[in-house]
Each structure stands twice: as C-alpha cells, then as structure tokens.
C-alpha cells in the first residue's frame, strides 16, 4: 500500500478556502485516492475520493495531477466546525484495510 | 437511518481484566472492520470480517485479542488479560460492499475509549 505524506497542522480563517496537499509518490495504478474527517470523540467520515482530474461534492473538492503522485483537498469557504483531522488515504477496495496516516489537524479560527 | 452504534462508550479495566466491545453495523453491510486508535494517532486496522468470515485478521496485536462475528451482523471485539498498552480507542466501521470493490466507503462508529490502569 502506498505511503502517504501531509502537513501535520493547518491554521485557517473562516470564510476562506483551505487546500490540504497529500504526496503518495508510489501509488499504484490500481490505486484509488479517499480523503476522512475526523472530529473529536468521533469515527472518521468519509469526505471524497477519486481516481484522476478532479472529483467535486457537496462538501468538498479533490484535485489529482496527471502523475497521481499527489493529490489536493479542497476545502470552499471553512466554518468553525470544520476544525477536525484530515486523512489521506491510497489504497483499493480489494484490500479492504484502510491505512491511517497521522493526519493533517486544520485549526479554523474566527 | 442508523449508523454504525458501538458500546460501551467508555471502558475502564483493571490490568488482567477480560473486556468485550459490541459493534452494531449499518443493516445490510457486508464489511465489517475493527480499528484502534492511539491518542495523537491515526487509526490502525485490526481485523476485517466479510458476513461471518473473518478474512484478515493481520492487525491484531496478540492473541489476546479475539473477534467474532457469528451471524454476519453484529461484532465483538474480546481482550483478553487487558495490559496498559492496550488503553485506546476501538473503532468499528462497517460497508456495504465486500472485498473486490474499488469503491469501498467505511462509515465508522463513535469508537469505545478503553482506559486500562
């Protein structure tokens, strides 16, 4: 599985856009790119997840490079609540387990 | 809809204690996996059940550690002779697909905070 690496800490305003970059120099071709939140006393929740080019939803958007040896979160217009940590995760479906990092903790202020 | 639920939410044991954690999956998820969570870290897999198979259980620490997962719905994570090492959080998460499938969404529990003294 490839290894992945991200900021430890992010600080951001509210109202601004925030982009989490992940480097995964040897991702497979096989290999999908998801992106989990995490709040405090919770589970992580699934964000988005893509393959190439970009992938958007209603929460975010995910940009991947032709290369696929990184990949950017992109986060429109954060609000208090989106203080958590972000993980960055390549991997398949085939292999089931889903490798954690350490995450990136964005701090948004007011 | 109900998502995945995990009791007790808090668990302390007293070193050598016996311990069991209950996971109640989404309904109709075929997946079903076991994490723990050191304070500061990111979680690390542990055992993964497809129904009532146990398909990779490669995380688990020791043999003090036991899954199950008889009926192919709920799940319990036992630990056995609980050490202070073992103190983190257990997290359960649940899929609707089984293994093969690119898209594979894990949709995570509140996770049991196991304090070991």
């Known amino acids: 599985l490839a290894k992945t690496t991200q900021p430890i800490s992010m600080d951001s305003y509210e109202g601004q856009e925030v982009n989490i970059t992940c480097s995964h120099n040897n991702i497979a071709t096989n290999d999908y790119i998801t992106w989990y939140q995490q709040f405090p006393s919770q589970g992580p929740r699934f964000i988005i997840q893509g393959y190439k080019t970009k992938v958007t939803n209603e929460v975010a958007s995910l940009f991947i490079p032709a290369d696929r040896k990184s990949s950017t979160l992109s986060l429109p217009r954060v609000s208090l609540s989106d203080t958590a940590v972000y993980y960055c995760?390549?991997?398949?479906?085939?292999?089931?387990?889903?490798?954690f990092g350490t995450g990136t903790l964005l701090a948004v202020q007011p | 809809g109900a998502g995945v639920s995990q009791s007790p939410r808090y668990k302390v044991a007293k070193r050598g204690q016996d311990v069991a954690l209950r996971c109640d999956p989404i309904s109709g998820h075929v997946s079903l996996f076991w994490y723990q969570q050191a304070l500061g870290q990111g979680p690390e897999f542990l055992t993964y059940f497809q129904n009532e198979a146990q398909l990779d259980k490669s995380g688990l620490p020791s043999d003090r550690f036991f899954a199950e997962r008889p009926e192919g719905s709920v799940s319990t994570l036992k630990i056995q002779r609980t050490q202070q090492e073992d103190s983190a959080v257990y997290l359960c998460a649940s899929s609707f697909r089984g293994s093969g499938s690119s898209y594979n969404e894990q949709f995570f529990g509140p996770g049991t905070r196991l304090t070991v003294l």
């Open positions: 995760l390549v991997g398949t479906g085939a292999t089931n387990k889903l490798i």
